[in-house]
T-cell receptor, first 106, second 117 residues
Framework: DAKTTQPNSMESNEEEPVHLPCNHS???????IHWYRQLPSQGPEYVIH???SNVNNRMASLAIAEDRKSSTLILHRATLRDAAVYYC???????FGTGTRLQVTL | GAVVSQHPSRVICKSGTSVKIECRSL??????MFWYRQFPKQSLMLMAT?????????EQGVEKDKFLINHASLTLSTLTVTSAHPEDSSFYIC?????????????FGPGTRLTVT
């Protein structure tokens, strides 16, 4: 599984877009990139996943670099409920790194 | 998305006793389930991977005789913490994997908070 690197924390204002970056330079060609988020005292919640092409769903968009060494999770309009720790994972065995703690303020 | 449940959500047990945690995939069959442990303000740590009908594969440093995992059916896996000690107090989270035609999707349970007194 790929080692991932994410910023420890990020802040955003409510209603503004948020771009959460992730580096996964060792990812193999067939491994998917997964994003999960976790609220305090809860299990991780699936956000999105992709392989090569950019992906959109009702929660977020995932932009994957052409060389697949990095990706960006995009929350189009952050809300207070989006405050969580976001984990980027590369590979079949979901090994969690330290993630990015997103704070959303009014 | 698919739903994974855990029972109990919270448990308090005395040191030296054993406690069992159940993990169920409610609306799909999971050939593979995973158990994680999370200490306060830390990330999830994968403890073991279990495949239905076979022995679990434990991550390095996880005692297989202390953390007994049984995956007897495609919808149920159990984690038994044997002879629990206060240092075993943690948030235990299970996860179940479903093959969705193109890739695997993995869903997490809500977690079980274990407190050993």
């Amino acid at each position: 599984d790929a080692k991932t690197t994410q910023p420890n924390s990020m802040e955003s204002n409510e209603e503004e877009p948020v771009h959460l970056p992730c580096n996964h330079s060792t990812i193999s060609g067939t491994d998917y990139i997964h994003w999960y988020r976790q609220l305090p005292s809860q299990g991780p919640e699936y956000v999105i996943h992709g392989l090569t092409s950019n992906v959109n769903n009702r929660m977020a968009s995932l932009a994957i670099a052409e060389d697949r060494k990095s990706s960006t999770l995009i929350l189009h309009r952050a809300t207070l409920r989006d405050a969580a720790v976001y984990y980027c994972i590369g590979g079949r065995k979901l090994t969690f790194g330290t993630g990015t703690r997103l704070q959303v303020t009014l | 998305g698919a739903v994974v449940s855990q029972h109990p959500s919270r448990v308090i047990c005395k040191s030296g006793t054993s406690v069992k945690i159940e993990c169920r995939s409610l609306d799909f069959q999971a050939t593979t389930m995973f158990w994680y442990r999370q200490f306060p303000k830390q990330s999830l740590m994968l403890m073991a991977t279990s495949n239905e009908g076979s022995k679990a594969t434990y991550e390095q440093g996880v005692e297989k005789d202390k953390f007994l995992i049984n995956h007897a059916s495609l919808t149920l896996s159990t984690l038994t913490v044997t002879s629990a000690h206060p240092e075993d107090s943690s948030f235990y989270i299970c996860s179940a994997r479903e093959f969705a035609g193109v890739a695997y999707e993995q869903y997490f349970g809500p977690g079980t908070r274990l407190t050993v007194t």
